[in-house]
């Protein structure tokens, strides 16, 4: 009776795992089906734009091509985000390692370590909520992103998709509202400030322009030209 009672729970088991699997695997699958989807359609709305929207907030959001983005701001935000975007794989292997270091000396969540293909995985799927799992699928889908898209299309999509301000999602929107101005006509140091919002956008909205955001855009601002961004599109 045990042994039959103990190959029943193994098959059980069995069929639980592969349903898992299964499960998991599809999930993968419908990940990158939108991933080669946006290889030519532009997102109409994204993961964090949707949560925001259950959160009550009016969303202003307009999308813009590439080459009518300034050089500025496609240079700053790399400069603060991931200066070595161009040279990994949507993974910064060193950057992450410092990060879970610290993360375990805290004993918790306190630092991401991700890369623009990464944090461009969180906005368009999934969630802001820290964890281990969101992070592992995050991975993922940069890796995803990084095979099937180039570079200039991966900083594209990021520039239209991050919010910049409480719901003001998009560069050509954050241009509009805190300087009245077109994306493409961005300073230096307006696109330094810009960028440097980036990691708490609704902060800084509600807070204005503190003196830790100026050094922050100095900081960038001397950064920015040393970086290299994508100019056109690369051949597969």
């Known amino acids: 009776m045990r042994r039959k009672t103990g ?16 499960v998991l695997l ?26 925001r929207r259950t959160e009550g907030a009016t969303l202003d959001h307009r999308w813009v091509e590439y080459e009518e983005i300034s050089h500025w701001l496609k240079r700053a935000v790399i400069a603060a985000e991931d200066a070595r975007f161009m040279q990994h794989g949507g993974i910064d292997w060193t950057a992450l390692n410092k990060a879970m270091e610290e993360n375990r000396e805290a004993g918790r969540v306190v630092r991401g370590g991700s890369t623009i293909t990464q944090q461009l995985a969180k906005n368009l ?3 802001p909520r820290q964890s281990y799992l969101r992070k592992a699928q995050e991975a993922v889908i940069a890796l995803m992103l990084e095979a099937v898209l180039d570079k200039r299309r991966i900083l594209e999509l990021y520039l239209n998709a991050i919010e910049w301000g409480d719901g003001i999602f998009g560069a050509a929107t954050a241009a509009r509202h805190y300087y009245d101005t077109p994306v493409g006509s961005v300073s230096r140091w307006q696109a330094a400030v810009l960028a440097a919002r980036i990691p708490r956008p609704r902060f800084y909205y509600r ?10 855009a100095g900081d960038i601002h001397r950064w920015s030209n040393q970086v290299r961004i994508p100019e056109n599109r690369s051949l597969r």
């Open 207 to 216: 807070r204005g322009t503190t003196p830790w955001l100026l050094e922050r």
């Open 7 to 22: 190959q029943r729970l193994i098959r059980a088991a069995a069929a639980a795992l592969g349903v898992g699997v299964a």
């Open 125 to 127: 799927f999934l969630s």
């Open 26 to 51: 599809g999930l993968q699958a419908w990940y990158l089906g939108w991933v080669v989807h946006y290889t030519d359609h532009d997102p109409q709305t994204t993961a964090f734009m949707e949560i």
